[in-house]
């Protein structure tokens, strides 16, 4: 009953797929997403799989909300405190077209 019960409050962040991420942020969060605190991966890029891997891997530890960021849709988690701003590992989605 408990793992339902939790698979129905992170409905919202479902379903997507390692395939549905376009690019992957890891670096400083809450700062400008530039490159300048952080490195983006790319589908094509080396590590990709690998951040995607973690990233889908802390959606199931950790709830956190989605929002919009230019017309697309982004799921930001928080991995670390350290520092001011901590680190972060944001995955962007295509934007979902509504019927």
Do not use: H
Request: with cysteine; charged share 35%.
């Amino acid at each position: 009953m408990t793992e339902k019960s939790t698979t129905q409050e992170r409905e919202p962040f479902a379903p997507f797929t390692k395939e549905g991420i376009t690019r992957i942020y890891f670096g400083g969060d809450k700062v400008c997403r530039c490159g300048c605190a952080g490195e983006y991966f790319e589908p094509s890029d080396k590590g990709f799989d690998q951040k995607a891997k973690r990233f889908m891997r802390l959606c199931e530890e950790k709830y956190t909300e989605d929002s919009s960021l230019d017309g697309g849709t982004f799921i930001n988690i928080r991995t670390s405190e350290s520092g001011s701003a901590g680190k972060a590992l944001t995955a962007y989605f295509e934007k979902q077209e509504e019927n």
